[in-house]
T-cell receptor
């Protein structure tokens, strides 16, 4: 009953460093999403993937890249981290038109 | 494009008070509507859903009715508990927009004993 698994749970980066956030789901869902949540704010969509092999930009894609490696995995990469990317990142997956399942989040701090 | 608007928080209530959190939406297609709850330090989890007009979703004493005529999906609970303190998100999934999820800004609820 793993659902959506995100790694790592916490990360501290220096400005300019790169890293990849990993996300995997075991529910055979087609759609996967990456969101960021800033203090006092709602969720903002970074990228999404409607199916394996496709990715699309969301509301705040600048500074990020994604890879839909296969149906299970959807990774988010920060090529050159900036303090403005300090946030909590959530991965989610859905079946068509049904509810989303979320990971526990990655708390990222860029210093 | 699609959008979801929720009442801003925080909402502070005493235990056993009645709760309403307003949510309205705009959508190009025929959306499914959801309420998610986020407890401190955790991810979002589904609270309830409704997939067509006039459906009522319910769970853990919370209810919301899909009102197409007013494009609303207000969350209600008759008697809140301290354990209901959390952030609540209204969301929609629109078939006309490729089933992409759209979230409202979230409403923080604080329940005092």
């Amino acid at each position: 009953n793993a659902g959506v698994t995100q790694t790592p749970k916490f990360q501290v980066l220096k400005t300019g460093q790169s890293m990849t956030l990993q996300c995997a789901q075991d529910m055979n869902h087609n759609s996967m999403y990456w969101y960021r949540q800033d203090p006092g704010m709602g969720l903002r969509l970074i990228y999404y993937s409607a199916s394996e092999g496709t990715t699309d930009k969301g509301e705040v894609p600048n500074g990020y890249n994604v890879s839909r490696l296969n149906k299970r995995e959807f990774s988010l990469r920060l090529e050159s981290a900036a303090p403005s990317q300090t946030s909590v990142y959530f991965c989610a997956s859905t079946r068509q038109g049904l509810e989303a399942f979320f990971g526990q989040g990655t708390r990222l701090t860029v210093v | 494009g699609d959008s979801v608007t929720q009442m801003e928080g925080p909402v502070t209530l005493s235990e056993e008070a009645f709760l309403t959190i307003n949510c309205t939406y705009t959508a190009t297609g025929y959306p499914s509507l959801f309420w998610y709850v986020q407890y401190p330090g955790e991810g979002l989890q589904l609270l309830l859903k409704a997939t067509k007009a006039d459906d009522k979703g319910s769970n853990k004493g919370f209810e919301a009715t899909y009102r197409k005529e007013t494009t609303s999906f207000h969350l209600e609970k008759g008697s809140v508990q301290v354990s209901d303190s959390a952030v609540y998100f209204c969301a929609l999934s629109d078939l006309g927009a490729g089933n992409m999820l759209t979230f409202g800004g979230g409403t923080r609820l604080m329940v005092k004993p």
